[in-house]
């Protein structure tokens, strides 16, 4: 409306918001709302990226001790179709990684006899023996016998009950035997047998097997060699090994192989006399209990410890310190032994039979480890394989662990000097 003063026209609005401020405050709000979006957006996507790294950080140990089942390649298949009744073969695949059948510790070893332990000049010869077969410098390690199958300590051990029993028989110290191993370039692995002992068996009565009138139990007539063995389930005998595991741990080894963690060959006769718990299903618990306090005392010094079984055994059903998941050991050797694996029949657990009678050492090789490997109850260990035979010269060994490696088997011992 408009009116006229002083002939001029007055004009007079009436306020009204513009609606392109309104406008452009709403696109602001909008924008706003989308920024505050899209920065979320970034945040869940770098904080998902750097959980996975973060996680496997955190998780790292349990990586180690819970390590999937490893598959095997397609050629594999074709080698042990009779076994297909005892182990999964399924998720098998062509990847190159799928043969790396060892877990986190690898072992390229050659195993010495306990003759060459009796004095400085044959344990330095056998190191040299091992130099010179070693062209190639594949050879990391060397086992070396400090406690024998039958009692004897290839050491000059301080252990009382040990020294009582007359079972030293060297006069090497363990600081001495390490120190030579090294000079060489090896790291040694300290084998020593558990329970096949009769020197301490003989010395400590309460450390052996028993007949039910207290008397030593001995395996056979004295006539035919009859010997004592060292009983799992006494305390004397888990503490005399426990000593002994203690003082190799402390004088620096790291790794500990114990063999003949297993019972006698009872006879029916045998039991009469000792009694029903001698062959009672649940007598593994003394065995993998033995184990597991030898363990307790070897990681006190930051030590592994590995137990050492046949691997026809092993694959017919019959181990009772692997089957078992109480067994608590850093990992498992599994012995090939050339010599006897030709002259047996191997059964699986279903009753098939393993037929490496026309096989080459290398098939037959591939044939057990690929069994062993099947199975998912030994995916939480370290797996090393041993070959060994009193017939085979070095060299032969050395080309079949050369094989088995490139086919991903890169943990191994070699063993001619079986006892």
Known sequence: ?????????????????????????????????????????????????????????????????????????????????????????????????????????????????????????????????????????????????????????????????????????????????????ESFGYEPIAEISLLEDAIYSKYNVNAAFTTKSGSRWIDNSLEAGGKSWLDPSKEECASYLESIVSEIVSAGFKTILCTDVCYPNFRQSDISYLGDEVSDSSRYINLTGLVYKIKQEAVQKGASVYVFEDIGKYISGDSEIVKKESLEADGIVFNIDFDNVRNEEIKTKSGNILDISDMTNEEAADLLTSAVMKSSEISRFNVTFEYSSKTLDESKFFDISQKMYYKGYMSYILNKEME
């Open 1 to 181: 409306m408009a009116k006229e003063r002083n002939n001029r026209k007055i004009y007079k609005y009436k306020y009204k918001p513009r609606k392109k401020r309104k406008n452009t405050m709403r696109l602001k709000k909008v924008f706003y709302v989308l920024r505050f979006i899209l920065l979320l957006c970034i945040l869940v996507v770098i904080g998902y990226t750097l959980a996975g790294p973060v996680l496997k950080i955190l998780h790292k140990d349990d990586n180690v001790e819970t390590t999937s089942e490893i598959s095997t390649s397609q050629e594999e298949i074709h080698v042990i179709t009779n076994v297909t009744d005892d182990y999964d073969l399924s998720g098998l695949n062509d990847d190159s990684e799928s043969q790396k059948k060892n877990n986190t510790e690898n072992f390229s070893a050659v195993r010495i006899s306990s003759d060459s332990l009796k004095g400085a000049d044959s344990f330095k010869k056998s190191l040299q023996d091992v130099k010179k077969e070693d062209t190639n410098k594949k050879i990391k390690n060397i086992v070396v016998p400090l406690k024998s199958t039958g009692g004897e300590l290839n050491f000059l051990s301080e252990n009382e009950d040990a020294v009582s029993a007359k079972a030293v028989v060297s006069d090497l110290k363990l600081d001495e035997i390490y120190s030579k191993a």
